[in-house]
């Protein structure tokens, strides 16, 4: 497969300034609205992001995590804190998402700082979820070595069979986190790789600036 021959126009209408609300969280909150509602496929998940950590080694990673809350300034996915990433984050709370709308052109990324959040709010999501997923949490040490995938159905299984008709614990190592950014960039391709990129950014005294940046 020749990748340099993958080429694709971005044709799209750009970023008004004047449809950009002073704060970046009300225009990520229209722009995920706009990604979800035109979602080209059922499978298609709007609030899927890459989430890049690097431990003290500096050696970065990244993977694919949910979005699964969003407030007036940070952003909430749920995972393993004894994890790959988890272990990162305690090191170096610095982080990055990067989402990826692919059908309307658009990619947001954020830059920021990651803390965990309350135990209660872990208690209510993980609860919030279906059962299969909470034992499947409780199963995995995730980022573990493991000696065969009969061995996770075991453990699942007698976890399953220990919890029968009782509510299933949270985990001790799994909860959310927060990230707080400190940069935003709305990116939205147009033609001739002439694109728009708008960058909101917290100035010392935690306003929010924001300006155009070079494609
Ligand atoms: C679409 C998609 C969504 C995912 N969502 C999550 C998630 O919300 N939380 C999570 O811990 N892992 C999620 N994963 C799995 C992660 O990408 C990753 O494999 C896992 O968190 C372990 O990452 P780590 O070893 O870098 O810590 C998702 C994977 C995909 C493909």
Do not use: T
């Given at each position: 497969m020749d990748f340099k021959e993958l080429r694709k126009e971005y044709e799209t209408q750009g970023i008004d300034?004047?449809?950009?609300?002073?704060n970046p969280f009300v225009t990520m909150q229209s722009w995920l609205q706009v990604a979800t509602d035109s979602?080209?496929?059922?499978?298609?998940?709007?609030n899927a992001m890459t989430l890049a950590t690097a431990g003290t080694d500096g050696i970065v990673s990244s993977r694919t995590v949910l979005l699964k809350g969003i407030d007036e300034n940070s952003i909430r996915f749920y995972t393993n804190y004894g994890s790959t990433k988890g272990k990162q984050l305690a090191e170096n709370p610095n982080a990055s998402v990067t989402f990826h709308w692919a059908w309307l052109g658009r990619q947001v990324q954020m830059r920021g700082s990651v803390a965990k959040t309350s135990r209660e709010d872990s208690k209510a999501y993980f609860h919030s979820r279906p059962r299969g997923s909470q034992l499947g949490a409780l199963a995995s040490e995730q980022s573990t070595r493991i000696e065969s995938r009969e061995q996770l159905e075991k453990i699942r299984a007698d976890l399953e069979a220990k919890f029968d008709g009782q509510e299933i614990p949270l985990p001790e190592n799994w909860g959310g986190y927060a990230l707080t950014p400190q940069f935003i960039e709305f990116w939205q391709g147009r033609l001739d790789r002439m694109h728009d990129r708008v960058v909101y950014e917290k100035n010392g005294d935690g306003v929010w600036q924001r300006y155009r940046i070079s494609p």
């Open positions: 300034d004047s449809q950009l609300d002073a979602a080209p496929s059922h499978w298609f998940e709007s």
